[in-house]
């Protein structure tokens, strides 16, 4: 909501409810999927972390038990996302959470840079939405606010959580990185 107020004032032509719809659904779109992409590359760069820090701990550690050697289970537990142990870690949770959350946080970032660099492309849509409902501030307003993004949460939702890997859903895929 903040980049739609922050375009709305730097370009005209167009209302609030314009802006927003255009800024919610950058953000359902772009967004979403570069949260995708980031925490798919989130996991290439933990996944060669991991061998690292195998590889070190084996190197230092020659000759002691495996439970004498250190471990670092933050590679762990980001490598394996919506496994939380058993029973299970608050720790764990924590770390997939934080890394989802720094995925997240950066897309929307990404996203507010992009529509605040393509102002004019981005206020012709707005304007098309307040050219589409002209005269029915009411139906706007209801569309902007209720009716899309309940739909677009949903979908939303459900691709977040197949991404993030928390075994919410019983028909879950598995994605492979």
Wanted: aromatic share 8%; hydrophobic share 45%; charged share 15%.
């Amino acid at each position: 909501m903040g980049i739609a107020v922050i375009a709305h004032k730097r370009a005209a032509g167009a209302s609030e409810c314009g802006w927003y719809l255009v800024v919610y659904l950058m953000d359902c779109t772009l967004g979403i999927s570069l949260a995708i992409a980031f925490h798919r590359l989130m996991h290439v760069a933990v996944r060669r972390r991991h061998g690292q820090l195998l590889a070190a701990r084996d190197r230092d550690h020659r000759g002691q038990t495996e439970q004498q050697r250190p471990w670092h289970p933050w590679t762990e537990a980001l490598l394996e996302s919506g496994n939380y142990g058993d029973p299970p870690s608050a720790r764990r949770w924590a770390i997939q959470a934080a890394g989802w959350v720094t995925c997240v946080v950066s897309a929307r970032l990404s996203v507010g840079v992009t529509v605040l660099s393509s102002l004019r492309l981005m206020g012709a849509l707005a304007g098309g939405l307040d050219r589409v409902c002209a005269g029915h501030p009411e139906a706007e307003l209801f569309t902007v606010m209720v009716g899309i993004p309940m739909l677009l949460n949903v979908g939303q939702a459900w691709i977040q959580d197949q991404a993030a890997g928390s075994p919410v859903f019983p028909w879950r895929l598995t994605l492979k990185y």
